[in-house]
């Protein structure tokens, strides 16, 4: 099983950015999709962005439309990024990356079809 380690989480100002990346331990062969999601307490596990090896296919959430931006690493492709832009305070959560390897799935947008998860990076925004 893929193992991934997310980084760059961390405290902002309402206005402000991060950025996340996401590492996977091997590199990936054949097509998958990586993802952010994000999860609140109480909350379920929501959909933020993910992307699709065949096509550089992209899928954002409403709420991240237009303020992040998903992008796998020019040079390893099996790291991405996610660059968030104009952050809000219902932006606060623990970030998982996600991952599956195979065909596309319209259920990429879910955590449905994603078979490997990192531990999470806190993303706090203060108002």
């Known amino acids: 099983q893929v193992q991934l380690v997310e980084s760059g989480g961390g405290w902002v100002q309402a206005g402000g950015s991060l950025r996340l990346s996401c590492a996977a331990s091997r590199r990936t062969f054949g097509d998958y999709a990586m993802a952010w999601f994000r999860q609140s307490p109480g909350k379920e596990r929501e959909f933020v962005a993910a992307?699709?090896?065949?096509?550089?296919?992209?899928?954002y959430s409403e709420s991240a439309k237009g303020r992040f931006t998903i992008s796998r690493d020019n040079a390893a492709s099996n790291t991405v990024h996610m660059e968030m832009n104009n952050l809000k305070p219902e932006d606060t959560g623990v970030y998982y990356c996600?991952?599956?390897?195979?065909?596309?799935?319209?259920?990429?947008?879910?955590?449905?079809?994603?078979?490997?998860w990192g531990q999470g990076t806190q993303v706090t925004v203060s108002s």
């Open positions: 992307i699709y090896s065949s096509g550089g296919r992209i899928y």
């Open positions: 996600g991952y599956y390897q195979g065909d596309w799935k319209i259920e990429l947008v879910t955590t449905t079809p994603y078979e490997s």
